[in-house]
């Protein structure tokens, strides 16, 4: 069945929920930014801020292994051994042999196992990071960290609603400055996180007399994009390159630049990678060690993200850092899951602010929530907060008495922006703007890029959702809608519609495992 929704309600909802609108007929060229309330009753109604599925572990556990100094050790009388792993790609594992406490060496993951009578009864998988030489000597002199903390599914609307602790710490102690008008280019992290990663578009767009827009091929085919190993395109291996010591840590296995089952990297893309961590403990390691992260330890994904993320900090005091979290285990699948991490992620800040005061910081998510809720998400708040991700900066303290740079990026933040955007800012700080101490205010052509920094002054063409690009069906610029009240038109975009889902599922070899879809009617729903 085909559902539409321009409906008059839905209209007139949009018209009480968001503060701003377009409504001349100048869509070409002019592009909208709606400003609305976050904490809209439609949206409080279904916020759970007691949400936390730790609420019922043991508090009184502690772990019966410790991993310290390359020492394997027991802090009780148990029969434990423990195992060191590496990975040399994004699919493959080697263990090493079992050992008795002891010393290890300087393996980075350590699976530590515990039995009697020989059950599993615990397991552990701890990480230490021995300092490694950089892969290049830095460029700059003196270049400063940068640090990304992707949140993925993580809104605008759901960061102002999850983290106020973390926000005020960032706005406050930082003087970061949020994009609020951020758009995403795909539906999933997948194209957003090539654009991030990559610099390139993952799906054709076809914005042809949509706001100025056209038709855009893809930067890579499947073949392209899935098939051949991605270890010298990313945006860590430019920071590696330039000198800086380097970091992922991505809390699923399945990961944005692997999916869906393809190849990846073929050797770690940074000097300390985590995917292997992940890959062992969703998929590989010993069965009690599966469970160790899902809350009877009081511990989560997040915690061993957190520790690795300190552990990587501490290993280089004096070397320029770039660290890139991408955490999907907190709210991807749950609309109040942000909020149990704003304490935790607050004191990770509080404890690191000397070194934060010292970086640029990007705060952020790569869409908004989309699985699940159904009701929200085709309420008019929940459809745009889906496109609409969150994103803060903050730079060095030492620039901030810069006024042009600060009053460049406030003005660049009140428009649409993209993720291209956001990845040519980190590569004009890592190449470009070292070369004037962070002064050039200059517009820039990147090569080989199609975003414009946020430390620069952007080109001044309409910044509009086909020139960006972004998929018009992903646009949260606002515009006048008209509800279609003739059958007959109603029925030829619905045909239309259809016909377009069976040539892509076509066009992506999907034909033979997809039912071919058929149109029956338009129906219409009431929003909110």
Known sequence: M???????????????????GDLTTNYMNVCALPVYNFWHPDVMKIVNYKYNP?????????????????????????????????????????????????????????????????????????????????TKPPIFKNPPNVFVFLFDSLSTGQAKRSFPNTLSFLSSKLESVEFPFINKVGENSW????????????????????????????????TEHCSIPKDNYSIFEDFKNYGYMTQDIDDWAGQMVNYPNCHGFSKPPTHHYMHPFFLVYERLGMNI?????????????????????????????????????WLNSLGHDSFNGF???????????????????????FF???????????????????????????LSISIPKHLRSNHTIMETLRQNSQQLQTHFDTRATMLDILKFQPNSSFSDRHTIEIPNERGHSFLRRQPSFPRTCGRLPIPSEYCI???????????????RYGHKLIDYINKKLKEEGFSSKCENFEFRQVQFYDAL
């Not at 309600?9 to 018209?15: C, G, K, P, S």
């Not at 194209?191 to 949509?210: D, H, R, S, T, V």
């Not at 989560?300 to 660290?323: G, I, L, N, T």
Request: with cysteine; aromatic share 14%.
């Open 364 to 390: 952020m998510g790569d869409h908004g929530y989309r699985i699940g809720r159904k009701l929200f998400l085709q309420s008019p708040i929940g459809s745009f907060e889906m496109n609409n991700p969150y």
């Open 477 to 491: 610029c606002r515009m006048k809608r008209v509800p279609i009240i003739d059958k007959q038109i109603q029925n």
């Open 54 to 134: 730790l609420s019922s572990c043991d508090k009184t556990f502690k772990p019966f292994t410790q991993f310290t100094n390359g020492n394997f050790t027991v802090v009780e009388d148990r029969n434990c051994s423990a195992r060191c792993f590496t990975g040399s790609g994004d699919y493959d594992v080697k263990f090493g042999e079992w050992l008795k406490p002891g010393p290890v060496g300087n393996c980075e993951f350590l699976e530590a196992v515990c039995w009697e009578n020989s059950e599993e009864v615990y397991g552990y998988i701890h990480t230490q990071i021995t300092p490694q030489p950089p």
């Open 289 to 325: 060690t599966k469970e160790h992260l899902k809350g009877k330890q009081c511990r989560e994904e997040m915690h061993a993200s957190f520790e690795y993320f300190q552990q990587f900090v501490d290993a280089y005091p004096d070397r320029p850092k770039f660290s890139w979290w």
């Open 2 to 20: 085909l559902f539409i929704y321009e409906n008059q309600d839905i209209v007139l909802a949009e018209q009480n929920i968001f503060r701003d």
């Open 339 to 361: 909020m149990r991490a704003d304490k935790q992620v607050l004191e990770l800040f509080e404890e690191n602010s000397e070194m934060l005061q010292n970086s640029f910081v």
């Open 191 to 222: 194209p957003n996180g090539m654009a991030l990663w990559f610099g390139k578009l993952a799906e054709a767009i076809n914005n042809e007399n949509y706001q100025g827009g056209g038709r855009i091929p893809a930067d890579w085919n499947r």
